[in-house]
């Protein structure tokens, strides 16, 4: 069956730190990896990741993609208090008519002041 | 661009009754998807339509169903209601579907089944 897993499930840092979080995938047809932050409601998307080795960066948010490894990392540095959400990854499977997102269960980090 | 709306943004119901949630997609976006997030189970995928067509369906029973008008908003239905319907139900609406392009989320409607 094919499967998101996120990890760790939670994390609670200090202002400043540098944090990273994973996702490992397994889907019989993979097209690309998402990444988003969900802080009270909407998740906001962050990132779509297609190719491996290829670091996509927005501030102080980075992520990348490991394709023959199955994985992909988020890195957040000197993280401040309004980073504290609920961290999602998506894999997006080919299909036939559509293509098909698994969502992870996500990665809750609290940054602490 | 105006977002994702979804209403209403709370729901309480009892067990045994029905409820439909409605969203509007952000214009020009064809694709709308649901879907259906609990705190154990993380966001699980219920069903897409795009042009007014289910083309993709989650497993889940089939209390609950959905449609698409042909002005792309879509509605969700859920009958006889279970307390494990309690969640967060969120659309996403995109151009043409997943994987193309990200999909865009609305804020949500809390259904609480008492």
């Known amino acids: 069956e094919d499967k998101v897993v996120q990890s760790p499930l939670s994390l609670v840092v200090h202002e400043g730190d540098t944090v990273t979080l994973n996702c490992s995938y397994e889907v019989t047809n993979f097209r690309s990896l998402l990444w988003y932050k969900q802080e009270k409601k909407a998740p906001t998307f962050l990132f779509m990741l297609?190719?491996?080795?290829i670091e996509k960066k927005s501030g102080r948010l980075s992520s990348i993609l490991d394709k023959k490894e199955l994985f992909s990392i988020l890195n957040i540095t000197a993280t401040q208090t309004g980073d504290s959400a609920i961290y999602l990854c998506?894999?997006?499977?080919?299909?036939?008519?559509?293509?098909?997102?698994?969502f992870g269960t996500g990665t809750l980090l609290a940054v602490q002041p | 661009k105006a977002g994702v709306t979804q209403t209403p943004r709370y729901l309480i119901k009892t067990r045994g009754q029905q409820v439909t949630l409605s969203c509007s997609p952000i214009?020009?976006?064809?694709?709308v998807s649901w879907y259906q997030q609990t705190p154990g189970q993380g966001l699980q995928f219920l069903f897409e339509?795009?042009?007014?067509?289910?083309?993709n369906k989650g497993n889940f029973p089939g209390r609950f169903s959905g449609r698409q008008f042909s002005n792309s908003r879509s509605e969700m239905n859920v009958s006889t209601l279970e307390l494990g319907d309690s969640a967060l139900y969120l659309c996403?609406?995109?151009?043409?579907?997943?994987?193309?392009?990200?999909?865009?989320f609305g804020n949500g409607t809390r259904l609480t089944v008492t």
């Open positions: 339509y795009f042009s007014e067509t289910q083309r």
């Open positions: 998506a894999s997006v499977e080919l299909g036939g008519a559509t293509n098909k997102l698994i």
């Open positions: 214009s020009g976006h064809r694709s």
């Open positions: 297609t190719s491996s080795g």
């Open positions: 996403a609406s995109s151009p043409e579907g997943a994987g193309n392009s990200p999909l865009h």
